[in-house]
């Protein structure tokens, strides 16, 4: 049986760039799967996978198995649907919600997944619709919890441990409890589309936070029935990784065309706004003349399309750091949405965890919802570390002149300061008041543009100063001196002894070679690699949260810029 392993890429909020690995494929998560209707497809998985890059599907096990198709799926489900990326089934939930009953046992329809070689399978929890009451929903959840556990002895492959609870935030906290502690690859998050029909984004926050939460930090969450390009990148924010949808089917056939603003009706359109393949080749009134099933199956690729494209605009958003000024302009098109993005607020202190001390973009200020952040808090006590005079920031208040130039607080004022105490202003904000004195008596060498850029110690190089951000690279040698002058854990990443040659060389830190780390490091900050008795090996950047980097078994957890046998020591 192949390993089913999930690293993280890149990361921005609780959004992530990862890579699932499955049954030998790759899938790059966030990752959207489209809903197959296994009797009848609008458009093929082949189709869906080559002309819109469908690396996953869906499709209900408990259809196949009470249908016709059953025979030809025991061939292998990705035959009968003609898709060799990965396939993920349900097991019958959402029938067992909408009907009260179905004709199947959880073990069959587990075995069932099984025999047709689905590379994702999910045992039979019990959704709970949100006006259930509460002992209705705890009984239900006893049940998915019963069979959970009952899925353990019958697991092949990756298997989703589906979390359930109705609206109920201590029962979604017990279910991540009791299954984040089985051998469960994804959670999915379920029955949750009754609050996205009635744009309950508020509660919906509440369950994605409280299960984020709850849940093991290296498993993927599977936000169930969400894949409006509207919603993607706020839920991508709050720590979703995988979706599913059939709205590109459901809404072409109510004559309703996608966008990342909200839903128009065709009906109403002039124009179309968009460039995809499909709506460049025409226009609305063209459209409106032909049959009902070519208007269906232009919205349906217009659909694929502008929501798959939705995901590339996330990815690169994390990529570069944006991805808050995204969701705060997306979120603008929905007052319940707008609404929901308060509740940010009173997970602040979880989030800031895993949100990246440094971004490649610069801070943006979109409104007075940009203080929700996670950031917001994190600056703000970190500059009380940092002496000197101030400016008034317009976002962050009275804010050191010495960080003038440094990220978030970039300013196009210009401002005269000694260099000495620009640079303990920023060695103090970075690395902590006990560093402030890292490069005293040092040589300094300015840029093309005057400003401080490299910092020596006689002919040796000990960091230069990041034009991007206004924040210091170490050399090993720099390295040497911060670690002198902080004490032990802090700023460091224990690593294993298995890795220390590996690191003495300048290659990179593996997750799974991670023995411990200072608590309070964030992702994107100069690290020192140590060993277990604190002897330097390397200097570089961290990738990941401390709980990630001890959490994850694969991937890297902080890229090695210089490694103690790179060194040349007179």
């Given at each position: 049986?192949?390993?089913?392993?999930?690293?993280?890429?890149?990361?921005?909020?609780?959004?992530?760039?990862?890579?699932?690995?499955?049954?030998?494929?790759?899938?790059?998560?966030?990752?959207?799967?489209?809903?197959?209707?296994?009797?009848?497809?609008?458009?093929?998985?082949?189709?869906?996978?080559?002309?819109?890059?469908?690396?996953?599907?869906?499709?209900n096990?408990y259809?196949?198995?009470?249908?016709?198709?059953?025979?030809?799926?025991?061939?292998?489900?990705?035959?009968?649907?003609?898709?060799?990326?990965?396939?993920?089934?349900?097991?019958?939930?959402?029938?067992?919600?909408?009907?009260?009953?179905?004709?199947?046992?959880?073990?069959?329809?587990?075995?069932?997944?099984?025999?047709?070689?689905?590379?994702?399978?999910?045992?039979?929890?019990?959704?709970?619709?949100?006006?259930?009451?509460?002992?209705?929903?705890?009984?239900?959840l006893?049940?998915?919890?019963?069979?959970?556990?009952?899925?353990?002895?019958?697991?092949?492959?990756?298997?989703?441990?589906?979390?359930?609870g109705?609206?109920?935030?201590?029962?979604?906290?017990?279910?991540?409890?009791?299954?984040?502690?089985?051998?469960?690859?994804?959670?999915?998050?379920?029955?949750?589309?009754?609050?996205?029909?009635?744009?309950?984004?508020?509660?919906?926050?509440?369950?994605?936070?409280?299960?984020?939460?709850?849940?093991?930090?290296?498993?993927?969450?599977?936000?169930?029935?969400?894949?409006?390009?509207?919603?993607?990148?706020?839920?991508?924010?709050?720590?979703?990784?995988?979706?599913?949808?059939?709205?590109?089917?459901?809404?072409?056939?109510?004559?309703?065309?996608?966008?990342?603003?909200?839903?128009?009706?065709?009906?109403?359109?002039?124009?179309?706004?968009?460039?995809?393949p499909?709506?460049?080749?025409?226009?609305?009134?063209?459209?409106?003349?032909?049959?009902l099933?070519?208007?269906?199956?232009?919205?349906?690729?217009?659909?694929?399309?502008?929501?798959?494209?939705?995901?590339?605009?996330?990815?690169?958003?994390?990529?570069?750091?944006?991805?808050?000024?995204?969701?705060?302009?997306?979120?603008?098109?929905?007052?319940?949405?707008?609404e929901?993005?308060?509740?940010?607020?009173?997970y602040?202190?979880?989030?800031?965890?895993?949100?990246?001390?440094?971004?490649?973009?610069?801070?943006?200020?979109?409104?007075?919802?940009?203080?929700?952040?996670?950031?917001?808090?994190?600056?703000?006590?970190?500059?009380?570390?940092?002496?000197?005079?101030?400016?008034?920031?317009?976002?962050f208040?009275?804010?050191?002149?010495?960080?003038?130039?440094?990220?978030p607080?970039?300013?196009?004022?210009v401002?005269?300061?000694?260099?000495?105490?620009?640079?303990?202003?920023?060695?103090?904000?970075?690395?902590?008041?006990?560093?402030?004195?890292l490069?005293?008596?040092?040589?300094?060498?300015?840029?093309?543009?005057?400003?401080?850029?490299?910092?020596?110690?006689?002919?040796?190089?000990?960091?230069?100063?990041?034009?991007?951000?206004?924040?210091?690279?170490?050399?090993?040698?720099?390295?040497?001196?911060?670690?002198?002058?902080?004490?032990?854990?802090?700023?460091?990443?224990?690593a294993?002894?298995?890795?220390?040659?590996?690191?003495?060389?300048?290659?990179?830190?593996?997750?799974?070679?991670?023995?411990?780390?200072?608590?309070?490091?964030?992702?994107?900050e100069?690290?020192l690699?140590?060993?277990?008795?604190?002897?330097?090996?390397?200097?570089?950047?961290?990738?990941?949260?401390?709980?990630?980097?001890?959490s994850?078994?694969?991937?890297?957890?902080?890229?090695?810029?210089?490694?103690l046998?790179?060194?040349?020591?007179?």
């Amino acid at each position: 049986m192949l390993a089913t392993m999930f690293e993280i890429r890149a990361k921005d909020g609780l959004g992530r760039i990862g890579r699932l690995h499955i049954n030998g494929k790759t899938v790059e998560t966030p990752a959207l799967m489209p809903v197959i209707n296994p009797k009848k497809a609008e458009i093929s998985p082949r189709e869906i996978q080559e002309t819109f890059g469908a690396q996953m599907i869906i499709t209900n096990a408990y259809i196949i198995h009470q249908s016709g198709l059953r025979e030809k799926a025991l061939k292998g489900i990705h035959s009968l649907l003609d898709f060799d990326g990965v396939v993920e089934t349900d097991s019958g939930s959402f029938q067992l919600m909408t009907y009260g009953d179905i004709n199947v046992t959880n073990e069959e329809i587990i075995r069932f997944q099984h025999q047709i070689g689905a590379d994702i399978t999910t045992f039979l929890d019990i959704p709970t619709p949100p006006d259930a009451s509460f002992s209705k929903a705890e009984a239900d959840l006893e049940i998915t919890i019963e069979r959970a556990r009952e899925a353990q002895d019958l697991k092949k492959g990756a298997m989703n441990g589906t979390i359930q609870g109705g609206r109920f935030l201590p029962l979604r906290e017990t279910a991540c409890a009791q299954l984040g502690e089985m051998d469960f690859d994804i959670h999915p998050l379920g029955a949750v589309v009754p609050f996205l029909l009635k744009y309950d984004f508020t509660s919906l926050v509440d369950i994605i936070l409280t299960c984020k939460m709850g849940l093991p930090v290296e498993r993927p969450v599977h936000l169930f029935g969400a894949g409006h390009p509207l919603l993607l990148a706020f839920a991508v924010l709050l720590g979703c990784d995988l979706f599913d949808s059939a709205a590109y089917v459901l809404y072409a056939k109510g004559n309703r065309y996608l966008t990342p603003f909200g839903t128009k009706n065709m009906e109403d359109l002039l124009y179309f706004p968009c460039e995809c393949p499909v709506c460049t080749e025409t226009d609305p009134e063209t459209v409106s003349m032909w049959s009902l099933e070519e208007r269906i199956q232009f919205l349906i690729r217009h659909n694929l399309y502008v929501t798959f494209r939705e995901l590339q605009v996330i990815k690169q958003a994390i990529h570069e750091g944006s991805l808050w000024e995204l969701v705060e302009s997306r979120i603008r098109n929905h007052p319940n949405l707008y609404e929901s993005y308060k509740i940010v607020k009173k997970y602040a202190a979880f989030m800031e965890k895993y949100e990246p001390f440094t971004k490649r973009s610069g801070f943006s200020y979109t409104g007075a919802e940009t203080t929700f952040r996670p950031l917001y808090k994190r600056v703000k006590r970190r500059i009380t570390l940092v002496r000197g005079d101030t400016f008034t920031h317009p976002v962050f208040g009275e804010v050191p002149v010495s960080l003038s130039q440094t990220y978030p607080f970039h300013t196009d004022a210009v401002f005269t300061i000694p260099e000495e105490e620009l640079i303990h202003g920023i060695c103090s904000y970075q690395f902590g008041p006990e560093a402030e004195s890292l490069f005293d008596n040092v040589t300094i060498k300015h840029g093309r543009t005057g400003k401080v850029r490299h910092l020596y110690c006689d002919q040796t190089l000990l960091a230069t100063l990041r034009p991007v951000d206004g924040l210091f690279v170490l050399t090993f040698e720099g390295a040497e001196k911060l670690h002198r002058l902080l004490p032990f854990p802090e700023r460091r990443v224990i690593a294993d002894e298995e890795a220390v040659p590996f690191i003495k060389e300048g290659k990179d830190l593996f997750a799974k070679f991670v023995v411990d780390m200072d608590e309070t490091l964030r992702p994107y900050e100069e690290v020192l690699i140590v060993d277990r008795d604190d002897i330097l090996l390397g200097v570089g950047k961290l990738l990941l949260s401390p709980e990630e980097a001890k959490s994850f078994k694969k991937g890297a957890a902080v890229q090695v810029r210089r490694g103690l046998h790179a060194v040349h020591h007179p």
